[in-house]
Each structure stands twice: as structure tokens, then as C-alpha cells.
């Protein structure tokens, strides 16, 4: 086993106790650090006071290598928001229900040690957040990251109906007993928004979406063209009319995005049939919204309260991700 110098480098954990196995991890990242040559690695866990910025922020601050992280989507996202823009790399170790940016970058779920590895072998490889400054109903306004994806509207209601306790025990599906506690009472709000700048738009709409990458569990792509590297941000407006459009909805999502999109012949029938009027997407570098009334907001799965107003730009290539040596980056 090699013996780390004075000098050596250091990796910090971030752990998030109540999703992820910290002794487990602890101990495997402790082994993986000294045969590698580096300082034992420093661990830090989450609270309900600290997400994740805080404690990260002063690992910065006191010169840590590299930074891993291990807990829930919500922890990613504080994680991220910290480490963004430092230049200090960043490992994402698959953990909790959901694992939205770790399936972005189409990481090994079920394989820590891999990802662990990667930290002292691997690669780097920079990757877009994205940045939400949400005003509340009292004009107060607050500036957050999202890795995945910002929601106002249904969406939002949707995670803020999610039993944790079914979460816990059945995962992501528990979004689906979510949904059906939202939709029944469901409203469309009006929405004014501004993409770059340009021209103003109004609508009405149930939930709209400001997407850095568009791969759900399941398999589904809510948003097939969203890149994690393009310095872009993806929009998707949901405007259902009556059942039916709910209906034409999820054939949009599920049939057209997951399943024809995979295939040259189903692109093929996409380009000759178009998609349906029930779901929009736009495309730019940042945007502003402005809702008639007070609408819930959701970042990462995270619920973030009411807001009147939300602005969402993307910070091109601000996250510096570890990678497996090797790893496939063509599809990011």
C-alpha cells in the first residue's frame, strides 16, 4: 500500500447520512485514497441546517483536491452549487431514489467503487449548470443551482405531494401516487416569459420546465435533445386540453421521446406526423417567466416554496465531473 507525503493530495466526501451507506462509503474511500497515494480523505456529512453548501464551500476554501458526493438529488444540487465554477473536480456516487444527473452522465448505478476510482485514475470532463433566481410573492428573491431541471406549476406540485415515506420504500414510483394526488385538482395559470431577450410571450399553461439535461428514471426522455454540454437550456411547455391532452401528453414523453426517437424509422415517423400541440419545447440560453399568480417552483426535486417570477440561465461548462477512464461522453 503506498504511503501518502506530507504533501499528498486529499478528496473530501459529502455525505448525506439518511440516504446513503456513509460507513460503507467511508471505508471504501479511505482504502481506494491510500493505495492511490493520497491523504485520508475527508468526510463530511450532511444536516438538515447543511445541505451540502456550506460544508463543501470550506472544504474549498482549505485547498481539497477533489470533491465526491453521495446522498439524494437534493444533496447533489447543493454539492454542485457550491463546487461550481471553483475548477475542483467533482464525483457523483450514485445514492438515493431518483440519481437524475448520475443517469444524465450515464454513470454505473450500482457500482460506487467505479465511480470512487475514477477520483485518482479517471477522467475530467466539464458539464453546464444551471442557475434559478426565483422571487417569491414578497418581492424577496433568491439565487439557487439546478443540475437536471427548474419547474413551476404542476411538476412542483407534484414532488410537494410525494409521501416520503412511500419514496423511500418504492423510489421514484412513489411520483406517480404524487401525480394522481395533483391532477385532479390541477388549473392552468398564464404565463408571460421572455427567452434571450427577444420577444415577450404569453400563454396558458400547467407546468413548464427549464431543462440542463432530459433523462428521467425509467427510461424516459422528457426532453430527447437537451445536451449537459451545450451551454443551452431546453424548455418544455405542458398545455393539455381536457383528458385528452393529458393523454397526449404522456404520449409525447413516453411514446415519442423514449421510444421512436431510439430508432432511425421511428425519427423517421416523427418528422412525418409532428408532436402533439399538448407539449411545446423551446430552446435558449436563459429565461424569464412571469406567473398571474404565485405558482410553486421545484429545483432538482427540491420544493422551493411559491414564486411570482423565476429567471433561469445555464453557466456553461462551470462543473468539472469526474468520469470513469474511457467513459462514453459523445451522448452528453
Known amino acids: 500500500m503506498t504511503t501518502p507525503a506530507a504533501d499528498a493530495r486529499r478528496a473530501a466526501l459529502v455525505v ?4 446513503a451507506d456513509a460507513p460503507k462509503l467511508r471505508s471504501l474511500l479511505t482504502s481506494l485514497s491510500a493505495a492511490a497515494g493520497w491523504a485520508p480523505p475527508l468526510i463530511l ?22 470533491v465526491l458526493v453521495a446522498g439524494g438529488d437534493g444533496t447533489v444540487r447543493a454539492v454542485s452549487e457550491a463546487v461550481a465554477g471553483s475548477g475542483v473536480p467533482l464525483a457523483i456516487v450514485p445514492s438515493g431514489t431518483g440519481n437524475l444527473l448520475a443517469r ?6 450500482d457500482d460506487p467503487a467505479a465511480v470512487i476510482r475514477a477520483v485518482f485514475a479517471g477522467d475530467v470532463h466539464p458539464i453546464d449548470i444551471g442557475w434559478a433566481e426565483i422571487t417569491a410573492p414578497d418581492g424577496t428573491q433568491s439565487t439557487h443551482a439546478f ?39 390541477a388549473k392552468p395559470f398564464r ?13 396558458k399553461a400547467y407546468s413548464m420546465l427549464f431543462a440542463n439535461c432530459g433523462t428521467l428514471p425509467a427510461g424516459i426522455a422528457l426532453i430527447p435533445d437537451a445536451s449537459i454540454t ?21 404520449r409525447t ?15 423517421r415517423m416523427l418528422e412525418l ?16 417567466a412571469a406567473a398571474s399568480s404565485a405558482v410553486p417552483v421545484e429545483l432538482d426535486g427540491d420544493e422551493f416554496g411559491l414564486a411570482s417570477r423565476i429567471h433561469c440561465r445555464i453557466d456553461e461548462g462551470a462543473l468539472r465531473i469526474v468520469l470513469p477512464a474511457g467513459h462514453d461522453v459523445s451522448g452528453l
Open 147 to 185: 443540475v437536471v431541471l427548474a419547474g413551476i406549476g404542476l411538476d412542483a406540485d407534484m414532488i410537494a405531494n410525494t409521501r416520503p415515506d412511500l419514496k423511500k420504500s418504492v423510489g421514484w414510483v412513489a411520483y406517480i401516487d404524487g401525480a394522481a394526488r395533483s391532477l385532479p385538482k
Open 45 to 66: 456529512e450532511t444536516t438538515v441546517e447543511d445541505p451540502g453548501q456550506g460544508i463543501t464551500r470550506r472544504a474549498i476554501d482549505d485547498g481539497i483536491d477533489a
Open 191 to 203: 404565463v408571460v416569459y421572455q427567452i434571450d431577450s427577444r420577444r415577450l410571450h404569453s400563454t
Open 273 to 288: 406526423t409532428g408532436t402533439s400541440g399538448s407539449v411545446r419545447f423551446l430552446q435558449g440560453t436563459a429565461v424569464e
Open 104 to 109: 444524465n452522465l450515464n454513470l454505473p448505478l
Open 16 to 19: 448525506n447520512p439518511v440516504k
Open 230 to 250: 451545450d451551454g443551452g437550456l431546453d424548455m418544455v411547455i405542458f398545455q393539455p386540453r381536457g383528458p385528452f391532452g393529458w393523454l397526449a401528453v404522456w
Open 253 to 267: 414523453v413516453w411514446w415519442q421521446n423514449s421510444v421512436l426517437r431510439r430508432t432511425k424509422t421511428g425519427r
